[in-house]
Structure formats: C-alpha cells, structure tokens
C-alpha cells in the first residue's frame, strides 16, 4: 500500500514497514508476555487498513476506540496511519455519560470495544441517538471483518496517499475546567513531537520502555512509545498501575526507561520492595504532569536514575518543555526550556504586551507540534494561523535570567486574596516539602473578608507525625501570610483527571457543600 507522497514525508504509516524490512524479528511490543515482532506488527497493520478500505472506509472517518492498552491497539493505531483514518481513543475511566458525550461529538465509523469493557460501551450506546457500528478488537474482531462504517461520511470517497496534515489522532482532553474537547493532532504534529522528544531524552533499538501512560492519553502515545517503534525498540505495556509489579517488571524484563508522573515514582519509591527491587537496567525515566518534589527527586537519584522533567499539554502533542537530567537538583520546580522545534514566548495576560527577559505572562507555544485545532468547533482557527499566532496555554509561567521556565498555574486557578493574587500550586508544592504531606491540593474559596482565602487538603503519610498547627507552621516559615492556608483538611485522596492534573472544581464544589467538615483556623492575614 502506498502511504506517503510529495505532501506525506512526515506520516507514520511508513514506520512499521520500515522497521519490518530492516530488523523483522526485533520484538516490538510485549503485551502481558505476549510478544510481537515488527515484522507481525506491520503485517497485522497493513492487512487492517487494506480490509478497512476495501469496506468502505474513508481517509478522515474515526475509528473509536474503549480497551486498555494492548498490542491489537497499536495494531488499530498504525493501520488508521496506513489508510489516512483518525484514532479515537476513549477513556474507559469515564462513565456512560461523559463517554457519550464523546462518542457524538466525535463520529465515529465504528467503535471498536475489548471484551473487558463490553458492558460500559453498551450502556454508554444506550446513552447515544445515533447509532453506532461496534465490534471487538484483535484478530477475531475487526481484523478478521470490519463492519460497514456509520457516521458522517466525507464527501469524497476516494483513496489517496496520506498526507502530513491529515489528522490521525483525536485525544480529548482532560476536562479540568468542564466538558472535554477532541484536540486533533496530525501526523505532521506526532513526527515533529517525536523528533523532538529523540533530541532530548533518546531511545535507541537496544532500549526496552515500560508504557505505563493510559493509551487513550497522548502521552500514552507520543511519549516514548511511539519514538520507540520508530527506532526499533521494544516497549512493554502495562495495562493498570500496580507499585509492586512495576517494580518486578524493571527488574524481569530489563527495562531502561520509562515515563510516568510524580505520584507514580512516588507510589514506587513508597512500596515496601522499593529499596531491595533490581533498578540496575533503569538509566533514565521522564516526569510529566507536575514537578517532581526534591525529597522523591532526590530519593530516585539516590537509586541510581536520571530524570528528565517536562512540561507539555495534549494540544502541543504534547511535549513543550524539558528540564534535562543533570540540571534536575539545580533547578528544582523548573519545568526546563523548549524542546527542540518548539518556540515560546510570555505574553502579559492583561495587556497581551510580549514579556521579553526574565518575568512572567501566559506561556504561547508555537511550532508544528502545535495541534490543528479541536474537532469540529466551528471556530476553530486553520493549523497555521495557531501557528504563527501561537497557542495560548493558560498557562502561567515565569523565565529566569538564565531563559529557564516555571510553570506558575492555570491562570483560571489564580485567585485574589485582600487584592493580592496567590497561585494554588506555590501553596502546594511547599506543603509537599513537609515530611507528613504525601499529596496536596489548594483551592481559593470565598471569604467575607478578603474576598477569597486558601482552603488545602492533604493526604498524610503514615508514620510520621503532623497535625494542623505543624503544617501552618510550615507554610508561615515559607510563604507570605496571606497565601498560608486559613483551612485545612485531611484527606484519603487528592481527585486527578487520567492525566494526574488536580481537578480543583471537585475540590471547590465539595467544600461549598453544607456537609463539609474543613475546621477554619485562626486569621493568617496581616
């Protein structure tokens, strides 16, 4: 099958087939200890996107999908790349309702369900007015017989090459602020991301990654493991988390990196084998999500592995900026500089005035990881006019004289207390340099007074002590009074989208609920 031209140097499909020409019988992917050489990967890839054209399918219709990871999605995912279709991955953490949502705002011709999530696809299609073809996964599923599409059919039917500005993923997003959106990101977006991401933290053929990174989540995708099947590495997939596997599996399957976010090294580092597990293969892990603490920075250190720190979101693809491995313990809570391909600016969110030198403003990214906008809103801007005008992150950031970024906090996150305005996420990271805090979240909530004040919630580790008074004790030593927290309360889990980003709006809606029990403390205002 011919999948590229003149237009299409950057498209994916080609990746498979080159790897499956030059080293065939290199595993590809271990799944649960099944393993698939690149030679079957292209093989199963290639017959797919065949059958799912001679059905009838289309370049651009949407193949939705709800599994955990697994080879036979990867196998949907370079067969979509072969035919010019669109991958659809839906979240199976979500419930009938938001996956409906999804599955009409994205279309699909088919939705394509592993037998684990048979009964949440059919009651989410319960939910759904247009019908929607389903079938099963894998070789007795849809590679075997694709149903006929459904959905919205494009105008023009016939084959073509695959072009770079095809789409070839819709990733919803995490939904943080309210209803998620279908970011579209191209095969131009994932070559560039990925080139990108092999200048920075590289992978050879000789690296084993463990996947760990839901596959419905870009990073499940475009951090590390699509760059390891473009350079012929072997990547082991996890479906779920489990501390004490994970740490088996480093150990078993020789792996050499992998990437998670800071509660997932936190949960490893914490596990009771942590100290005695085999990390003697793991050279080198990415940090996403947040910024690493010093304490867990400097506990994986101390174990031998090197960090790579970022910053990134799904509509950048994700990757934005790095913070390299031997700058990790000198820049503690820097989010690095850009990646490379990938341009940035600070604009001043209340003049919309450039921020030139070290300060502080929106983070813009631009480049041609830059997504081409969310599918189907009518107004979305044309890829390259988001391009050259940039994307607006809502992010706010600071630069330091050294052109270092920090990434300050959602903009829409940043509330006022007595006409100043305090960020949660400063609130957060010192409360989680206390040795009892093991996870943490701040939100502003109304105050008679200073109009908004600071309510915190903690998880506390076990077996060390703390209590109310200790944590303000050491806030008060490290931040300015009015952003101490005035409330705070103890809980057993800090609620985070599938991204690990905290999803302040329960947290705030829970504490304007009459049943409530955060215990208001003493004045901390001057």
């Not at 330091?400 to 207390?417: E, P, Q, T, W």
């Not at 701040?442 to 915190?456: F, S, T």
């Not at 806030?475 to 009015?482: E, K, M, P, V």
Request: with cysteine; charged share 25%.
């Amino acid at each position: 099958m011919r999948t590229t031209d003149a237009d299409g140097l950057h498209t994916l499909g080609r990746w498979t087939t080159d790897r499956a020409a030059s080293t065939p019988q290199r595993v590809a992917i271990d799944d649960r200890g099944v393993e698939l050489t690149y030679a079957q990967l292209d093989r199963r890839a290639t017959a797919l996107a065949d059958r799912l054209l001679r059905s009838g399918y289309a370049p651009g219709d949407r193949l939705a999908t709800l599994t955990g990871n697994s080879a036979d999605h990867v196998v949907v995912l370079f067969a979509c790349a072969k035919a010019g279709l669109v991958l659809v991955p839906l979240s199976w953490r979500l419930s009938p309702r938001e996956l409906a949502e999804q599955v009409a705002d994205s279309d699909p011709a088919v939705l394509l369900v592993e037998e684990e999530f048979g009964a949440l696809a059919r009651a989410t299609l319960d939910l759904v007015t247009a019908p929607v073809p389903v079938t099963r996964m894998g070789e007795q599923g849809v590679e075997q017989a694709p149903p006929p599409p459904g959905g919205s059919r494009p105008a023009d039917l016939a084959r073509r090459p695959v072009r770079d500005d095809d789409p070839l993923l819709i990733i919803f997003t995490s939904g943080t602020s309210g209803r998620a959106r279908g970011a579209v990101l191209t095969h131009a977006n994932c070559f560039w991301t990925n080139l990108s991401l092999s200048r920075t933290a590289e992978i050879t053929s000789r690296d084993v990654v463990l996947a760990l990174m839901p596959q419905f989540h870009v990073g499940g995708w475009n951090v590390q493991p699509l760059l390891a099947w473009w350079m012929g590495a072997t990547v082991v997939l996890e479906r779920t988390f489990d501390a004490g596997r994970v740490l088996h599996l480093i150990g078993d399957r020789a792996i050499t990196t992998t990437m998670g976010v800071p509660a997932t090294y936190l949960m490893l580092a914490e596990h009771p084998d942590f100290d005695s597990a085999d990390l003697s293969s793991l050279r080198h892990a990415i940090v996403g999500g947040a910024p690493m603490p010093e304490p867990l920075l400097r506990t994986w250190h101390r174990r031998g592995v090197a960090l790579t720190q970022g910053y990134g979101l799904t509509e950048a693809a994700p990757n934005v900026l790095c913070l390299p491995p031997e700058e990790a313990t000198r820049r503690v809570g820097m989010a690095g500089t850009p990646y490379p391909h990938v341009d940035v600016e600070l604009v001043d969110p209340v003049t919309g005035e450039v921020v030139e030198g070290a300060g502080t403003g929106e983070l813009v990214v631009r480049g041609p990881n830059v997504f081409a906008g969310y599918f189907r809103e009518p107004d979305h801007e044309r890829a390259e006019q988001r391009r050259r005008r940039g994307l607006h992150t809502g992010d706010l950031a600071t630069r330091d004289a050294d052109g270092y970024y920090r990434i300050v906090d959602r903009l829409k996150d940043i509330f006022i207390s007595g006409g100043e305005s305090v960020a949660p996420a400063e609130i957060e990271h010192v409360l989680l340099t206390h040795p009892g805090v093991a996870d943490a979240a701040a939100v502003g909530v109304p105050d008679e007074q200073w109009g908004e004040v600071c309510a915190a919630f903690v998880v506390l580790r076990p077996g060390v002590p703390t209590d109310e008074q200790d944590l303000r004790e050491h806030c008060a030593t490290r931040l300015a009074s009015f952003k101490v927290p005035r409330h705070l309360q103890v809980v057993t889990e800090i609620p985070r989208s599938s991204s690990s980003k905290i999803l302040r709006r329960v947290l705030a809606s829970a504490w304007a609920a009459p049943q409530r029990t955060a215990v208001p403390d003493r004045e901390v205002h001057p």
